[in-house]
Each structure stands twice: as C-alpha cells, then as structure tokens.
C-alpha cells in the first residue's frame, strides 16, 4: 500500500458561492452528479457539504443532505465524509447535526479556531446571481472560524460509540499540537488521518517549505501513527498535491478549494480536477488507491456501517 496514493474530492465547500463559477454545484442533484463523476474519475473519498437548493448558501439540515446522500451511497463506492466544518459562520450544532444523523465512515474536525477570511474575492465581482452572496464574501473579514477545545471534545464525545473516521483539518502548526494534546488525554487513540490546509487567509501559506514544516511536526508528534493527506486553496492546489504524492502523502481536490483547472480556465466539473491529479500521480509512478484500498489504508468501518 505504500505506493497507494488515496485522492479526496471536496464537492462544494461553503466558501466559494454561485456566482463564482457557474460549475460549482449546490443542487442535490448537481451535488450528486458531480460526486459520482468524481468517484469514476478516482477519487476514493468524497467530502461533503449541503447547501440550500434555491440559493446556494451554505446549510447544514439533514433534510438536504438527504437528497443526494442516498444517490451517492447507491450508486458509487466511494468513501462518504460529511463535513463538521460547515462554513466559518454556522453555529457548531448545525455543523455536526447531518454527522449525528447518518452516521458516515468520515467526517472532518478542525482542530483549531482562527481568522478565516476570503474577502478579497468579492472584488472580482460587479453583478451578482443572489443577494447573500456579496455581504456572505464581504464580511468574511471578521470570521473566526470557531473550533474551541470544548467544541473539539464535543464532537469527540457525542461521535466516539459511531465508529467514524476523522479527518483532522489543520490549518496552522498549533493545530496539530492542539491534536497532541486531545491525544495526551485519551482521544483519538486510532491512527491519524490529517488533513494539512494551506493557503487560508488566516492560517498558514501554500509553500513546499510549510508542507515538509507541517508534515515532519506531524511525524515528530505522532510518529508513523499517521496518515498525512495535503490540500491547498487556490493555484498552488495541483502543486502542492503533487508534492505531497513525492513526500509519501496522500491528496485533496475539488472546487471546494479551488475553481480553477489551470491558470484562467474554470474547472467545468469536479472530476476533471480528479482526473488532472491522477494523471499526475501516476506519471509520478503512484497508483491512485481504490474506495476498498483508501478503506485498508485509514482502517475504516465500510459503507455498509453508515446510516444513510
């Protein structure tokens, strides 16, 4: 398996909006779709998030997720991770409520609090598709993205009889040394899964030098108890995934972290950044790790144990 390189596809996110890209889905059926292609095109876990049908603005009812859920489960064998992130300004209860309900292999936990801004990109925008979108973007310069230590053991508690997954989202170095804590109490005793982030504004850069800091920290912290996976927003996401890939990790795209598939040309779809990352990979000499070998490789429950 150490030639196995496993490619996590973010579907939607509940950064980027509407007007954007017009190939960003927020209909379940679009979500769904675009899932599924995903899937097919390699990537052996999909990560999450709901949105509202009618506008695109992020939500976290479980009625929602209901309606493409079902269709992805069905219909592909990929790896469902349902997001406890939501968006930087949803309450932490809404975050987790669709977790609780359906009960996937994987979730997300952020594993720290910080500014989380994206303002910038409302200047690239004069005519807006929905009204929330402008003020959603405009005041994400005063987000603090609440992930305290007393909603981090929440989650842990109400989760831990579930048997799920997680994939622990460090933006910053002190992340990963809140993860060390938790562990030092008990938590999280099961191998790691960690996401490194890059290229939040507010956490830390999209850098080679930042991926091997935050991987050997993780490695020096952790050990071989873990599983490094690497995503970064914006351009640098196909470099820094392949970086990853030659460092031994494994790697994240999707139009939840970036709109693009090359410099000004939008990704029509979220397969198509699948499918330019596995061409990649295994020019590389890496094999692109199937839904059942991702399961080998993080010690999953299987799609079977899931509530949906």
């Given at each position: 398996?150490?030639?196995?390189?496993?490619?996590?596809?973010?579907?939607?996110?509940?950064?980027?909006?509407?007007?954007?890209?017009?190939?960003?889905?927020?209909?379940?059926?679009?979500?769904?779709?675009?899932?599924?292609?995903?899937?097919?095109?390699?990537?052996?876990?999909?990560?999450?998030?709901?949105?509202?049908?009618?506008?695109?603005?992020?939500?976290?009812?479980?009625?929602?997720?209901?309606?493409?859920?079902?269709?992805?489960?069905?219909?592909?064998?990929?790896?469902?991770?349902?997001?406890?992130?939501?968006?930087?300004?949803?309450?932490?209860?809404?975050?987790?409520?669709?977790?609780?309900?359906?009960?996937?292999?994987?979730?997300?936990?952020?594993?720290?609090?910080?500014?989380?801004?994206?303002?910038?990109?409302?200047?690239?925008?004069?005519?807006?598709?929905?009204?929330?979108?402008?003020?959603?973007?405009?005041?994400?310069?005063?987000?603090?993205?609440?992930?305290?230590?007393?909603?981090?053991?929440?989650?842990?508690?109400?989760?831990?009889?579930?048997?799920?997954?997680?994939?622990?989202?460090?933006?910053?170095?002190?992340?990963?040394?809140?993860?060390a804590y938790f562990r030092n109490l008990g938590y999280f005793r099961d191998s790691?899964?960690?996401?490194?982030?890059?290229?939040?504004?507010?956490?830390?850069?999209?850098?080679?030098?930042?991926?091997?800091?935050?991987?050997?920290?993780?490695?020096?912290?952790?050990?071989?108890?873990?599983?490094?996976?690497?995503?970064?927003?914006?351009?640098?996401?196909?470099?820094?995934?392949?970086?990853?890939?030659?460092?031994?990790?494994?790697?994240?795209?999707?139009?939840?972290?970036?709109?693009?598939?090359?410099?000004?040309?939008?990704?029509?779809?979220?397969?198509?950044?699948?499918?330019?990352?596995?061409?990649?990979?295994?020019?590389?000499?890496?094999?692109?790790?199937?839904?059942?070998?991702?399961?080998?490789?993080?010690?999953?429950?299987?799609?079977?144990?899931?509530?949906?």
């Open positions: 398996m150490k030639n196995k390189v496993v490619i996590t596809c973010a579907i939607t996110g509940g950064i980027h909006t509407p007007t954007l890209s017009k190939y960003l889905p927020y209909k379940p059926e679009d979500i769904a779709k675009q899932s599924i292609d995903a899937a097919e095109a390699g990537a052996s876990i999909l990560h999450l998030h709901a949105r509202d049908p009618n506008t695109g603005k992020p939500i976290g009812d479980v009625n929602v997720y209901k309606k493409f859920l079902k269709n992805i489960h069905n219909n592909t064998d990929a790896v469902i991770n349902i997001t406890t992130g939501g968006s930087p300004n949803m309450p932490p209860e809404e975050r987790l409520a669709a977790v609780l309900e359906f009960q996937p292999e994987m979730c997300s936990l952020n594993m720290g609090s910080m500014n989380f801004s994206f303002h910038p990109l409302a200047n690239k925008v004069k005519n807006w598709k929905f009204d929330w979108e402008e003020e959603y973007i405009r005041s994400s310069n005063s987000f603090i993205f609440r992930n305290t230590f007393e909603d981090i053991e929440r989650v842990y508690h109400l989760t831990k009889n579930l048997n799920i997954k997680f994939e622990h989202e460090c933006y910053d170095i002190g992340h990963l040394y809140n993860l790691l899964f960690v996401q490194g982030v890059f290229g939040i504004l507010g956490g830390i850069g999209s850098s080679l030098d930042n991926l091997m800091f935050m991987k050997n920290t993780a490695h020096n912290l952790f050990g071989d108890d873990l599983k490094w996976s690497t995503l970064s927003a914006g351009k640098t996401q196909i470099s820094m995934a392949t970086h990853s890939t030659l460092i031994g990790g494994h790697i994240r795209v999707g139009l939840e972290d970036n709109l693009f598939l090359s410099k000004g040309q939008l990704a029509e779809s979220n397969a198509s950044q699948v499918r330019k990352i596995r061409t990649i990979v295994e020019e590389l000499g890496y094999e692109v790790a199937t839904p059942e070998e991702a399961r080998l490789i993080l010690g999953l429950k299987g799609n079977k144990m899931v509530n949906i």
